[in-house]
Structures are given as C-alpha cells and as structure tokens.
C-alpha cells in the first residue's frame, strides 16, 4: 500500500519529522490528518498543513503495525548480511518521493565485514547521497537507515556516510524508479 489517501486519528501523542524541514515536533493524541505514504514500515500523513513522517515503532499511533522482525539464517555469512542490509536499505524510502534509496540511487557504496576473524557480529559501512545537499531530511533519512540496520540482530555496527561528491542527479535512479517518477 505505497501511496494512500486515508483519514488517520492519533490515538496517543507521536512524535514525528516536518517533511522536508527535518524538524521534529509532536503530534498530539486526538489530531486527525490523512495518511498520504505507507512504504517500507514509516508513513507520511498530512496534518493541519503540515507533511509529517511517523517512524515505523510509531505505527500504532496511527492505528498500524509496526514492521516485522527481520528474519536472520542461522550462522550467516558476510554474503548473507548484505543480502539482509540491502533488502533493509529497499525498504528506506524518501518521505516526499514513494521510491526507496537504493531505487534513488542515493547509496553509492556498501561493506560488510565481520567485526573480528571468527566472530559472528557483523559492521556495515555505507556511503550515500541526498537528492539536494540541503535537504533537511538527511539526518531523517541516515536514522532510519541505523534503525532497520541495528534490526538485523548479527550487525552490531552501522556506519552511515553523507557525501555529496559525485553529486546525485536522476542517472543515478534505476530504469524502474525514472520509469515509476515519470523521468523514462
């Protein structure tokens, strides 16, 4: 259910990001608003004039559910890991545009190691890009990136780069995100 018009009532105080400010304020218990995006377990809900990103441990606010646990194979490889990181980062989507961030193209590069020979622990290091260099939801964006990252319970590190060198432009995008934003 990427894009949404439904009406939302906040059943508890929330607290949620001003989209694209990056602000974050809280929404009290009893707001009514639309929800407008439901994509990869955060939702984005218009109120009182206002676009808000609600997290996905904030679903029930809203009366959703959170995201499920992330399944993990038992004794997993580096190779396993970032399988898992990748179908984690797919589920990051920008709050203004319904595509994910790999989609966007916005990470350009992703490790994974063990965090010593024979542990079973795991560190990620990623670089990435926002579409625009003052774009307020970066810190957003690198947080929930974090979250989903720390779900997959063998990571134990999680490094997450902003760079703006090489800029993002939309030859970055996959053929079916340009082709889903209209740009193919």
């Known amino acids: 259910m990427p894009r949404v018009y439904e009406p939302v009532r906040f059943i508890r105080d929330c607290n ?18 639309t929800l407008t995006q439901a994509l990869g ?20 606010a809203i009366g959703r559910e959170p995201p499920p646990p992330v399944p993990v194979p038992e004794n997993p490889t580096a190779d396993d890991i970032e ?7 797919r589920e990051v989507y920008d709050p203004e545009i319904p595509i994910n961030i790999v989609d ?7 490790k994974v190691e063990r965090t010593a020979p024979e542990s ?9 890009t926002l579409t625009a260099p003052g774009c307020g939801m970066g810190g957003v964006l690198v947080d929930e990136i ?5 779900a997959i319970p063998p990571v134990q590190d999680v490094q997450v780069d902003l760079v703006f060198d090489p800029p993002w432009d939309t ?12 740009l193919l």
């Not at 399988?83 to 980062?89: A, F, H, M, P, S």
């Not at 974090?146 to 720390?150: I, V």
Request: charge should be negative; hydrophobic fraction near 40%.
């Open 16 to 33: 949620a990001t001003l989209v694209p400010s990056g602000a974050e304020v809280i929404v009290p218990e009893g707001a009514e608003g």
């Open 41 to 60: 377990g955060s939702f984005t809900v218009y109120v009182g004039g206002s676009l808000l990103r609600i997290k996905g441990s904030d679903a029930e």
């Open 83 to 89: 399988t898992l990181v990748r179908e984690q980062l």
């Open 104 to 110: 966007l193209g916005l990470v350009y590069e992703l």
């Open 120 to 128: 079973h622990t795991f560190r990620v290091a990623i670089s990435m």
């Open 146 to 150: 974090r979250t989903r990252l720390a």
């Open 171 to 182: 030859s970055r995008m996959s053929e079916e995100a340009r082709l889903e934003s209209g």
